[in-house]
């Protein structure tokens, strides 16, 4: 018997979305501090912005607000996209750029997946 027994604490942290233990959670979550699971973020409560922006004399895609990406990590996110749209891309502060005009295909991509995706911007 632990020092916790019997007590709330002696009990495995479950998430409160979907009742698995932490380790087990494959929740949509932010981000958390070192060694503590971060807030869930479900795609429906990240308002996605995408947008069409010239460098140079090129044009690029500019994914921002996905905070929390649908294959957990921005890395992972950046290269799937890259692979559907068949173009390079680079993460940027907080942002997804792509290269060559993907606003359409992706707005409807990421609503697909729950994202409330929205083309802004010329
Ligand atoms: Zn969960």
């Known amino acids: 018997?632990?020092?916790?027994?019997?007590?709330p604490l002696e009990r495995p942290v479950t998430c409160e979305r979907c009742g698995n233990p932490l380790a087990d959670c494959r929740c949509p979550r932010e981000p958390g501090a070192a060694g503590s699971p971060g807030r869930i973020l479900l795609p429906k409560d990240q308002p996605v912005r995408v947008q069409r922006e010239r460098r140079r004399d090129?044009?690029?895609?500019?994914?921002?607000?996905?905070?929390?990406?649908?294959e957990g990590d921005p890395a992972a996110f950046l290269r799937s996209l890259k692979t559907r749209l068949g173009t390079g891309g680079t993460l940027t502060d907080g942002a997804l750029e792509?290269?060559?005009?993907?606003?359409?295909?992706?707005?409807?991509?990421?609503?697909?997946?729950?994202?409330?995706?929205?083309?802004?911007?010329?």
């Open 58 to 70: 090129k044009t690029v895609t500019v994914v921002r607000g996905v905070t929390v990406p649908p």
């Open 1 to 7: 018997m632990g020092l916790f027994a019997g007590t």
């Open 98 to 122: 792509l290269q060559g005009d993907h606003v359409a295909t992706v707005v409807a991509y990421l609503r697909s997946l729950g994202y409330p995706a929205k083309a802004a911007g010329g």
